[in-house]
């Protein structure tokens, strides 16, 4: 009997699972809904087109809808899910048939926190996601002058820098007193703002938006410090988890507001899994729980997910969380948790910190690498790293993620092999430099 | 929103914003967040961030943890067990 399995979302999670349950059971019925136009397509990449960076969205189409024909894959495009029926296994499908199904998938993926203040439903306001909208979204922006970006969460980050590289006036207000100050450290984040400055960008840090002004359209932002008149917004907020479909059928939530899931991303629910930014999985060092990860996280959880949904067993770990982006001229990476969050929540830790260079001196194009470990201060275990550089951010932080997950010390990262070669790597490896002042700190 | 979910918002908000404001001072010099007016962020803030900052680690970790959420599921590990959990 032909197994059908439904996955309700066509993002990163949601395909991820789509292509694994039919590599692992070809002759499954496998039904992808989304909401939008088109699966298979970065997201991520988005603001890199509105800052003229990627001369087209075309190159963020991954695979058109004819591949997926051609495979096998039954994708019902702009076709939203309305309720999941557990009892008859059963989705509620807006303006069609109801959809039956052996086992589900829930990657319904996240919403942007939208803030509780007046004129939130203007025109004029961009939630960055969807790649049509993106489009369009360009067009305006060839006549904007003056932007505001609400909140510098990641997103935001992307989008001043993006709007500002491509010569637009852009105003960043966020009520916290740095850039990204949920997830990164203010040292770390102090070049981005430093190049933000030189871009233009106007930055309004520990600054409340209050509302947004404007009749029909939005024509400026009121913040806490006066009103700042604006072509249009783009809203920088958190990622919230979309969990509405899975917390009306019964499945249990966590505290993050992501679906529980185990290690093969199966939910309190029999055969339903869930992926992406709608789950919680566990961090590796604290095994607190946590939600919204990148687009990588989502594509490895939404396979595990699939083959669980066709009765094979694979697992996901608990993570580690290596990150990266560009912000401003920066490249700014971390891994599980910095000072800021480490502070936040006690837990205990010593850092290392150190500056060094990402090829040799005489090298030419030679950039800066600022390196801050986060050590366990009886074990001296790494824990945690945040780092900002011109280059070779993601490299270091993915060795780190996984220098985390094995347990290794700042002693034994003190005195690791590096590269050496003019062109491509220093004498002296920052993370090295970093581990060594660590000790020495730790040491008293 | 359900208790667990109230409770790890808010303490996450308030528990960030108290170290932002630590972090902004010695770091940059600046002030920290804009400060929330009301009971609610009172409460949170005089009395929830400053417990909380005296209990020591092991206390603050069992609590955490003891809320529910994916971390009390089955999840296998391939690794050394967590460094900030001892």
């Not at chain 1, 790494?382 to 347990?407: H, N, P, S, T, Y």
């Amino acid at each position: 009997m032909v197994r059908r399995v439904a996955v309700i979302g066509g993002s990163a999670a949601g395909m991820g699972a789509a292509g694994a349950a039919k590599q692992a059971d070809a002759d499954a019925h496998v039904i992808v809904f989304t909401d939008q136009q088109d699966v298979a397509y970065s997201p991520c990449g988005i603001p890199y087109v509105h800052g003229r960076e990627i001369d087209t969205f075309d190159r963020l189409i991954l695979q058109g809808r004819e591949y997926y024909q051609q495979l096998g894959y039954d994708i019902r495009y702009g076709t939203r899910v309305r309720s999941i029926d557990l009892g008859a296994r059963r989705l509620g499908v807006e303006g069609g048939d109801d959809e039956p199904f052996d086992s589900l998938v829930v990657a319904t993926g996240f919403e942007y926190e939208r803030p509780a203040i007046s004129g939130i439903d203007l025109e004029g306001i961009y939630y960055v996601r969807d790649i049509r909208e993106a489009m369009r979204w360009d067009q305006i922006l060839e006549r904007t002058k003056v932007a505001a970006v609400v909140e510098a969460q990641p997103i935001g980050v992307e989008m001043a820098t993006a709007l500002a590289h491509r010569g637009i006036e852009t105003h960043l207000v966020d009520p916290r007193p740095w850039a990204m100050a949920d997830i990164a450290d203010p040292d770390i984040m102090q070049p981005v703002e430093d190049s933000w400055r030189e871009m233009g960008v106007k930055l309004h840090f520990n600054t409340r938006v209050e509302a947004l002004l404007g009749s029909g359209s939005v024509r400026a932002v009121r913040t806490s410090a006066g009103d700042v008149p604006v072509d249009m917004v783009v809203m920088g907020t958190r990622k919230l988890p979309n969990n509405r479909l899975a917390r009306q059928a019964g499945i249990k939530i966590g505290s993050t507001g992501g679906v529980i899931v185990d290690q093969h991303m199966a939910t309190s629910a029999s055969g339903v899994f869930a992926a992406g930014d709608c789950v919680e999985v566990p961090q590796g060092g604290t095994n607190i729980p946590v939600q919204g990860l990148s687009g990588s996280h989502a594509y490895a959880q939404g396979k595990v997910a699939g083959a669980g949904a066709v009765g094979r067993s694979r697992s996901y770990q608990p993570v580690y969380v290596p990150w990266g982006m560009v912000g401003g001229k920066w490249m700014i990476g971390g891994v599980s948790f910095g000072e800021t969050i480490a502070s936040a929540l006690g837990v205990p830790f010593v850092t290392g910190v150190a500056e060094g260079i990402s090829r040799a001196r005489y090298y030419p194009d030679f950039k800066k690498i600022r390196v801050k470990l986060l050590a366990e201060p009886r074990t001296l275990r790494l824990i945690g790293a945040q780092l900002v550089g011109g280059e070779g951010i993601k490299e270091r932080c993915d060795f780190l993620a996984m220098a985390a997950r094995k347990g290794v010390t700042l002693e034994e990262l003190a005195w690791m092999e590096n590269v050496y070669s003019p062109a491509i790597g220093a004498l002296n490896e920052p993370i090295a430099l970093a581990a060594q002042n660590g000790l020495g700190n730790a040491r008293g | 929103m359900p208790l667990f979910e109230w409770v790890r918002r808010n303490s996450e908000m308030y528990l960030l914003e108290a170290a932002q404001a630590d972090l902004a001072r010695r770091y940059l010099g600046r002030p920290g967040p804009v400060s929330r007016r009301g009971l609610q962020p009172l409460f949170w803030k005089r009395l929830f961030v400053p417990v909380y900052r005296r209990l020591p680690w092991r206390l603050r970790h069992a609590v955490i943890l003891g809320m529910p959420g994916s971390h009390r599921r089955s999840w296998q590990r391939r690794g050394p067990p967590p460094a900030a959990a001892r």
